[in-house]
């Protein structure tokens, strides 16, 4: 069983992976509603992957994403990012995102990307 | 909505986290307005607020919302990033608000079921227009040309962006190879520049050098390039063909890759390895990256007051919270059953009351939880009014200022619903016929600018919500008038008290404004107010002095549902009297029995005397007890006028569980007196009596 976190800030959003994401061997394990309890639930589940959105209150998700990567630094984070946001995208590259994703998003994209990034 | 995964709950979610989103920028917008600009930290939230209604709902495929929203976040990218000095900021709020209505509007079609098809387009245009005219650039849309275009693809991105790929060079080795790779991404994955980009960091260190085709990876231009040609690397590096493929090969949204040993090794010659890659404007130092990045630190450490859902919150659905408060109830009842059982009438049972204690403790605290639950303040409801009193305020050239006193008071999530709207109509109302405008206000030697207050705050089982005016009064004279002209007289002009006269303007068909506004005096009235008030067995009440303004007082209950009542037994009847209406009950004595000639009976308690209403005569119910020495009276009193009614005898205080009486009931006939009824522990239905109805009888 794979192991998946969610961070946003919308519920809305949280919901909206939890539909998506239907594979059998997938659990959704957390979900946070910002960076710093995103970091702080990394660190209990350890999950194999996660979604991070990049703009929320609190703790931006590139923060959050630094701060896993310091802890873990083999952690595969998948940043959820809107268009005009192409300049925190690169930051996020940089600081080791492994890929991140386009909002709006389609249902087979989200869970290609998972399935890649996890490698099954 | 076409799209297969979307359901209820999300787009309930998505509904009500935007229209908490537009709530809390109305409340940062008029807060700041007042100041007469915008602070740093309102921009930066106002932006963040757009950013995100425009992620979900270009989600939820609601375009019209989203390309709105995308515009009012460029607007306040630009308002962050550039702090431009000469901006109306009063233009600003008319437009944001203007926008923030259309998404309203929009998001009450989707709740309805509807196609959310609103044209954001002209909007979107006087957003751009200000934006220019902020920006000191030609205003006028010809010279804009963005008129109908509702893409964001097609859009000139008005942010500068800008950022540095940079790479270091690194000292050559000997052993080199140089290949060349071709990548094809998933038709629209979005962004295949930035994934282009992250395929050359992933090679990172792999690589000695390297060069690309398309060569600027932040344009939007080479992300549809390499959408369509692909994105081709030229690298020199020490690793070996398989190291390469073995990296290249797990790049996601990878369609197709070839990677091919290349010929020329002079491919990489002369490329300026430092590659700083600008859009647009490069007459602009300032890198994206480091912008938005700044904005993060700004986030970050600092108390945000939004209505981000907290771990330690959840939401609930209100319907979930009905049926747990209908089951607390049916509790209630059930517990009545058990310990007050005939069957243990006459048995000494000492456990079994230690149990019923206790069972009966647990309930009451559960049944005070539930209702906590309900509990929500009153907050969001007053704060919508500062809309409401800005835009009249303008709309009327009124300048009127509104206070909020006690707005953390609590009520029951059903009551809010329900006092929404009276407490709308009641504001307009204020600012319509209550405040003068400013000439006058002057003349009569007042402040300019009027104020209006609404206060909440809690009065025993009442929450009492308050709105007053400092404006003209309620005229006496014309109120007369126009009652007289409506024919709502009920009794002699010289026999009515202030009171009474200020209550006629609660009455269906009065209107005391001449001319209809805008606002109010649309033949609404304030009976509607009333109406909506009793509906939860709260009451209004007026006050007012010529001059100095009018003091209008809604008291609601705080809770529906439970109350505590005092059942008496009428014949086989029963019935159940809020115990918060009575003020003593006692067995009369012969000698303070008065009969007038009409044959009204009353009473005389320590020098007063009070009207006597027989229960078995109001509702025909057959008893052996007609005289008064034979049964007890109840004193109740309401709004400051008191009954006493005549019953067999009490039966005991009881917590009671309010029901609404059936439908078909309703339907026959109204019956006056009757709020509701209950079900006693003995399983026998009670009738409860509505104090207010039984006074005014």
Known sequence: MKKLL???????????????????????????????????????????????????????????????????????????????????????????????????FKEKFFNQIIYDVLGI | ????????????????????????????????????????????????????????????????????AHSMEDLFFVLREDKPQNVDYTDLSDLVFEGLDFIKVEIHKIRNGDEADGNPSELINSLRVFQASIKGQDSSPEAMNFAGQTDSHENPSPEKQQYYISKVSRE???????????????????????????????????????????????????????????????????????????????????????????????????????????????????????????????FEGKEIHSAVTQQSIINVSVAKLDQLMDLVGEMVIAEAMVIQNPDLNGLELDNFQKAARQLRKITSEMQDMVMAIRMVPLTATFHKMHRIVRDMGKKLGKEVQLEIIGEETEVDKNIIEHISDPLMHLVRNALDHGIESAEDRQA???????????????????????????????????????????????????????????????????????????????????????????????????????????????????????????????????????????????????????????????????????????LHELYGVKTEIIDFVDGIIIMVEHDKKSLCVFADELLGQQQVVVKALPEYIQRLKKISGLTGCTLLGDGSISLILDTAGLISL
């Open chain 2, 1 to 68: 909505m076409s799209n297969g995964f979307v359901n209820e709950p999300m787009l309930d979610l998505f509904i009500f986290e935007s229209m908490q989103l537009i709530e809390q920028m109305e409340s940062l917008i008029i807060a700041n307005e007042r100041s007469g600009f915008y602070t740093s930290d309102a921009i930066n939230e106002i932006f963040r607020i757009m950013h995100t209604i425009k992620g979900s709902s270009a989600m939820m495929l609601f375009n019209t919302i989203s390309t709105l």
């Open chain 2, 444 to 614: 009569k030697g007042k402040v300019q600018g009027g104020t209006i207050s609404l206060e909440a705050k809690n009065a025993g089982s009442d929450v009492l919500v308050i709105v007053k005016d400092d404006g003209k009064g309620l005229s006496k004279d014309r109120i007369l008038k126009k009652a007289r002209e409506n024919g709502l007289l009920y009794k002699s002009e010289g026999d009515m008290t202030d009171k009474e006269i200020f209550n006629l303007i609660f009455l269906p068909g009065f209107s005391t404004k001449d001319s209809v506004s805008e606002f109010s005096g649309r033949g609404v009235g304030m009976d509607v107010v009333t109406k909506n008030i009793e509906t939860v067995g709260g009451s209004v009440s007026i006050a007012s002095t010529l001059d100095k303004g009018t003091t209008i007082t809604l008291a609601i209950p705080l809770t529906l549902a439970i109350i505590d009542g005092m059942n008496i037994k009428v014949g086989n009847s029963r019935y159940t009297i809020p115990i918060i209406s009575i003020k003593e009950s006692f067995r009369p004595k012969e000698e303070d029995i008065i009969t007038d000639p009409d044959s009204h009976e009353m009473i005389m308690v320590r020098g007063r005397c009070y009207p006597i209403l027989r």
């Open chain 1, 6 to 104: 969610i961070v946003d800030d919308e519920a809305f959003m949280r919901l909206t992976i939890r539909n998506m994401m239907n594979h059998y061997d997938i659990e959704i394990v957390g979900e946070a509603a910002n960076g710093v309890i995103g970091v702080e639930m990394y660190k209990e589940f350890r999950p194999d992957v996660v979604t991070m959105d990049i703009t929320m209150p609190e703790m931006t998700g590139i923060e959050a994403l630094k701060k896993i990567k310091a802890f873990d630094p083999q952690a595969k984070v998948i940043m959820l990012s809107s268009l005009g946001e192409e300049g925190m995208v690169i930051e996020a590259i940089r600081s080791g995102a492994k890929t991140f994703i386009v909002k709006p």
């Open chain 2, 172 to 298: 050559t080795t000997s052993l080199q190879n140089t290949f060349q790779a071709t990548l094809r991404f998933e038709p629209d994955c979005g962004m295949e520049n930035l994934r282009a980009f992250g395929v050359v960091n992933d090679l990172g260190d792999l690589m000695e050098e390297y060069y690309h085709v398309p060569e600027d990876l932040d344009h939007e231009d080479s992300a549809r390039a390499i959408g369509e040609q692909g994105f081709t690397l030229f690298l020199k590096t020490d690793r070996s063909w398989e190291e390469i493929h073995r990296v290249l090969i797990q790049t996601i949204y990878l369609k197709d890759l070839q990677l091919t040993q290349a010929q020329n090794s002079d491919l990489l010659n002369n490329q300026d390895l430092e590659r700083k890659i600008l859009l647009e404007d490069s007459s602009d130092k300032v890198s994206d990256s480091s912008n938005r990045d700044r904005v993060t630190r700004d």
